[in-house]
């Protein structure tokens, strides 16, 4: 099993930034592919950059050029950094991780993952 937990959520205003973390911890050789997922209330969850098995990326075209995911290996640590926040990018943001061989663009599309994190709110304040 893969135990994932968020960390640096948070408030701030409209243009400010935030940078979520995501450490993964247990059968880490088992994630190929990871992405960021947020969910407001009462919309369905999307997926908003995610990093496929051969190393592509890709992001919702609202967040592109805002949002950079990156992923640290050596410390199974995942990373998205948020710029230029806008109030409606708020929401309940998780990490997610697939065993699966598939490029980005899959995970945007499926928002399919195996194994899922708590949450870390992001609330961004007009």
């Known amino acids: 099993q893969v135990q994932l937990v968020e960390s640096g959520g948070g408030s701030v205003p409209t243009g400010g930034s935030l940078r979520l973390s995501c450490a993964a911890s247990g059968a880490t050789d088992d994630i190929v592919s990871v992405g960021w997922v947020r969910q407001a209330p009462g919309k369905e969850r999307e997926a908003v950059a995610a990093i496929g098995s051969d190393g592509s990326i890709n992001y919702i075209d609202s967040v592109r050029g805002r949002f950079t995911i990156s992923r640290d290996k050596a410390k199974n640590t995942l990373y998205l950094e948020m710029n230029s926040l806008k109030p409606k990018d708020t929401a309940m943001y998780y990490c997610?991780?697939?065993?699966?061989?598939?490029?980005?663009?899959?995970?945007?599309?499926?928002?399919?993952?195996?194994?899922w994190g708590q949450g870390t709110q992001v609330t961004v304040s007009s």
């Open positions: 997610a991780a697939a065993r699966s061989h598939l490029k980005a663009l899959y995970y945007l599309r499926s928002v399919k993952f195996d194994y």
